[in-house]
């Protein structure tokens, strides 16, 4: 059974850090795209950042460039989004995505919340 379990959301204030955790299982993890979406209230659910665990290879969203960064530990397979420098605007639920080629697979989100 597949399982993308994210954890580590949470309340900050503005130019402070979090490290999101996403835990999978029941899939090979090395071969799939996995990812970082995010939704904020009323808005449409975003692309944040993908990594391709075995070439390391990422893609951000502009508006995270340079303060987010997706990593993996494959021995693991959990991939990581730390982010840096958070703005009210990052508050959203991010969602972790597992695809290969039609398939995909979602998290059930964690919130993170920044605010003063």
């Known amino acids: 059974q597949v399982q993308l379990v994210e954890s580590g959301g949470g309340l900050v204030q503005p130019g402070g850090s979090l490290r999101l955790s996403c835990a999978a299982s029941?899939?090979?993890?090395?071969?799939?795209?996995m990812g970082w979406y995010r939704q904020a209230p009323g808005k449409e659910r975003d692309l944040v950042a993908t990594?391709?665990?075995?070439?390391?290879?990422?893609n951000y969203a502009d508006s995270v460039k340079g303060r987010f960064t997706i990593s993996t530990d494959n021995a693991k397979n959990t991939v990581y989004l730390q982010m840096n420098t958070l703005k009210p605007e990052d508050t959203a639920v991010y969602y972790c995505?597992?695809?290969?080629?039609?398939?995909?697979?979602w998290g059930k989100g964690t919130l993170v919340t920044v605010s003063s």
């Open positions: 029941g899939f090979n993890f090395r071969i799939y795209t």
């Open positions: 995505n597992a695809g290969l080629n039609a398939m995909r697979y």
């Open positions: 990594i391709k665990p075995i070439r390391g290879s990422t």
